[in-house]
């Protein structure tokens, strides 16, 4: 059964336009989540789903340059478009981790995607409820969920964040990786801000390598001071 991690990715986001091609240690974003994502156990193969539109097209380019395949889709209907790829590279599993999401852990998504083969689960999370810093998340559902919840679902909010539908569908199996809990559940290590990318550079001036959630509390708990950096872009919901 081939496995094929889709990262949704864009140029026009609102709140930090051209985020993924924000380069932080001679690399971009998009460049650090492709690197990650290419050390997850399990995974053959990373595709980048971009919008369709010329504006996007810089994304696209820096996808193939950095290995990826890439698959063209509608920019709202998120659930369309993963599907397009899912199709285009004949996914049986689709892993789901958000492009914004650059201190993600392969181990997380390894043990994520471990649990739910063993359990043969149709969807699988590590974010519900939340129990890891906002960042770690990641998601894996079978192909033929993808192709229900495109079918079935309506509701714009479902077709924009693509999984609503298969976190609300009760007759799905479901597994769940657990975290720490506790503080660190506030904790925010996405880029979605001016001020995430800035906690994001000061965090990644300390590896040259993808590296993993214990390593980074390891260099927050040595300075606590790089929590202040984001601290006003916090919620999770």
């Known amino acids: 059964m081939k496995t094929v991690v889709i990262l949704q990715a864009r140029f026009s986001s609102t709140r930090l336009p051209g985020k993924v091609l924000k380069v932080v240690r001679d690399q971009s974003i998009l460049g650090w989540m492709i690197r990650l994502c290419k050390l997850i156990d399990g995974v053959d193969e990373v595709c980048v789903a971009v919008p369709e539109g010329a504006v996007h097209e810089g994304v696209a380019a820096e996808a193939r340059r950095l290995g990826a395949s890439v698959a063209y889709g509608p920019e709202?209907?998120?659930l369309a478009r993963f599907l397009i790829a899912a199709r285009q590279?004949?996914?049986?599993?689709v892993m789901r981790i958000t492009t914004d999401c650059p201190l993600?852990?392969?181990a997380i998504a390894s043990d994520l995607l471990r649990i739910f083969k063993e359990d043969q689960a149709d969807y699988g999370s590590n974010n519900d409820p939340f129990s890891f810093p906002h960042g770690l998340d990641c998601e894996v559902f079978t192909r033929s969920?993808?192709?229900?919840?495109a079918d079935e679902?309506?509701?714009?909010?479902e077709r924009e964040h693509v999984t609503p539908w298969m976190k609300k569908n009760v007759h799905l199996k479901k597994v769940?990786?657990?975290?720490p809990g506790g503080e660190m559940v506030s904790w925010r290590w996405t880029v979605d801000t001016p001020d995430d990318l800035e906690f994001f550079e000061a965090v990644a001036k300390h590896f040259d390598h993808a590296?993993?959630?214990?390593e980074i509390?390891?260099?927050l708990e040595a300075n606590p001071e790089l929590h202040d950096l984001n601290r006003n872009s916090r919620s999770r919901g």
């Open 104 to 106: 993600a852990d392969p």
């Open 211 to 214: 590296p993993g959630w214990k």
């Open 217 to 219: 509390v390891a260099v």
């Open 76 to 78: 709202y209907d998120v």
């Open 153 to 157: 679902a309506k509701d714009p909010y």
């Open 89 to 93: 590279t004949n996914a049986d599993i």
């Open 145 to 149: 969920v993808l192709e229900r919840a």
């Open 176 to 179: 769940h990786l657990h975290g």
